[in-house]
C-alpha cells in the first residue's frame, strides 16, 4: 500500500470510529466503510481517494444538521441508519469493479468506478441536505407533495446539491489522476478532463433513475403507532409497519444498485466520446 493511501486509511478509520460513536453508522456500517476502502486501495490511489472522499462525505452530510433529520424522519435519536447493507446498494458495483481492475485494468473500469462514487455521493448530498429543505420534497414521478424520506422524493436543494456532489466526484477524480501522471512522469491523457462533466452527467442521471424507480417500484411501509412512511417492514421504532406499495423485492438496496449501474453506465460513455474528439 502506498504511503498516502495508508494515511487515508488511517482518516477513514478514524472518521467510521467517530461515525460509529454518533450514532451516523452502526458497528456493521463502519466496519464496511473501512473494508471497502481497503478494497478499493488495492485498485489504486484514485480509486482509494474517491472512496474516502465518499466515506467522509457521507459521515460529514449526515452528522450535519442531524437534529432537525431526525424529527422530520421519526428516526430516533442515537439511532445508527448507514448500515453494510445501505453501503452495499450505494457502492456494491464499485466493488464488482474494483474485482474487475484486477484481473485487467482498462480505462472503461476506471469511468465506470468515478461514475459509481458520483452518484453515491449525488445521492448522498440529495438525501441528507433535501431533508433539511424547508419546503417538502415531491415525489418524482408525478410531483405531488410527499413526506421527507419517501422513497423517490425529491427537493430543490437536493436537485443542487446531487448536481454538486457528482461534479466533486469527478473534479477529485481529475486531480488525482492529473497528480499520478505527473508524479510517474507519464503521458497525460487530455481525454480525462472531461471527467468533471462526465461524472455530472453520470451521478446527476443515476441519481434521477435511483428517484424514479424508488417512486414508482420501491416497496412502501406505513407506521401506524409513529404515524411515517418506513422504507422497511420493520420501522425504526422497532415496530412492524405495513406494507401500502411498490413491490416487495424491489427494497432501497436494489434501487440504489440501479441507480448506481446507470450512473456508471453514462460516465463511460461520454468519457468514450470525449476520447474520440
Ligand atoms: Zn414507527
Known amino acids: 500500500m502506498h504511503c498516502s493511501t495508508l494515511a487515508l486509511l488511517l482518516v477513514v478509520i478514524l472518521a467510521a470510529f467517530l461515525a460509529y460513536r454518533r450514532g451516523i453508522y452502526t458497528a456493521d456500517g463502519a466496519a464496511a466503510g473501512v473494508a471497502v476502502y481497503a478494497a478499493a486501495s488495492l485498485a489504486g490511489t484514485v480509486w482509494a481517494v474517491l472512496t474516502a472522499l465518499y466515506v467522509v462525505a457521507s459521515i460529514l452530510l449526515s452528522g450535519y444538521g442531524a437534529e432537525v433529520k431526525a424529527s422530520r424522519l421519526g428516526r430516533l435519536q442515537g439511532r445508527a441508519y448507514h448500515t453494510w447493507r445501505h453501503l452495499a446498494g450505494r457502492l456494491g458495483w464499485g466493488m464488482v469493479l474494483v474485482i ?17 462514487i458520483a452518484t453515491a455521493l449525488a445521492d448522498v448530498a440529495a438525501t441528507e441536505l433535501g431533508t ?41 477524480a481529475l486531480v488525482g489522476y492529473f497528480i499520478v501522471a505527473l508524479r510517474a512522469r507519464a503521458l497525460w491523457n487530455d481525454a480525462l478532463l472531461w471527467l468533471p462533466m462526465a461524472a455530472l452527467a453520470g451521478g446527476f442521471i443515476g441519481t434521477l433513475s435511483d428517484s424514479l424507480l424508488g417512486a414508482v417500484a420501491q416497496s412502501r411501509y406505513y ?55
Not at 474487475?100 to 459509481?116: C, E, K, M, S, W
Not at 429543505?133 to 415531491?138: E, F, G, H, K, T
Not at 436543494?157 to 461534479?167: C, E, K, P, Q, T
Not at 409513529?226 to 432501497?252: D, K
Request: glycine share 14%.
Open 223 to 277: 407506521c401506524e403507532h409513529c404515524r411515517m412512511i418506513s422504507r422497511s417492514a420493520t420501522h425504526w421504532c422497532g415496530l412492524n409497519a405495513s406494507h401500502t406499495g411498490g413491490l416487495r423485492w424491489v427494497t432501497g438496496e436494489l434501487v440504489g444498485l440501479v441507480g448506481s449501474l446507470v450512473g456508471g453506465s453514462v460516465t463511460v460513455l461520454i468519457m468514450l466520446l470525449a476520447s474520440n474528439i
Open 100 to 116: 474487475l481492475v484486477q484481473l485487467q485494468h482498462t480505462d472503461v473500469l476506471d469511468y465506470a468506478f468515478v461514475g459509481v
Open 132 to 172: 433539511l429543505s424547508a419546503q417538502p420534497p415531491r415525489r418524482l414521478s408525478d410531483g405531488v407533495a410527499t413526506s421527507y424520506g419517501a422513497p423517490g422524493a425529491v427537493s430543490q436543494i437536493g436537485l443542487v446539491a446531487a448536481a454538486a456532489g457528482s461534479w466533486l466526484a469527478g473534479l477529485a
